[in-house]
């Protein structure tokens, strides 16, 4: 356990999953012009959902923070480009299974560039916090 959790800065980890949340809410927000795309692309009515996404939500949460203590990992033993490389390949799949799921180019290019500004985010988190 000491290899993910070893001078890991927390701080910075937690800015950056709540940096990346803010993010995806403005990104795949229905009303902004990226999230129309979006919201058009997967068949998401452009009016908030009758009941919560609770299940969504916390899946959400509990990946992104995963995602920047993975950054944060990667950050300590100066191995950026590993974290890089993973975040190109997951976003590519989540772009293929987009696709797969009979939504649009448009939602895929959405939802695969939100995860790289998403890392961004992250690794700006780490190199000022951490």
Known sequence: MEEITANVSWLAVIVGAVLSMGLGFL??????????????????????????????????????????????????NNALLTVIL??????????????????????????MSYWLIALVLMILSQGILG
């Open 27 to 76: 990104w795949f927000n229905p009303k902004s012009p990226i999230g129309k795309i979006w919201a058009e692309g997967v068949g998401v009515g452009l009016t908030p959902p009758e009941k919560f996404p609770a299940l969504a939500m916390a899946m959400n949460t509990l990946g992104l923070f995963s995602m920047s203590w993975f950054v944060g990992v990667t950050a300590t």
């Open 86 to 111: 993973g975040t190109v390949a997951f976003s590519l799949l989540n772009g293929a299974h987009t696709l797969f799921s009979g939504s649009s180019k448009g939602a895929a290019l959405v939802t």
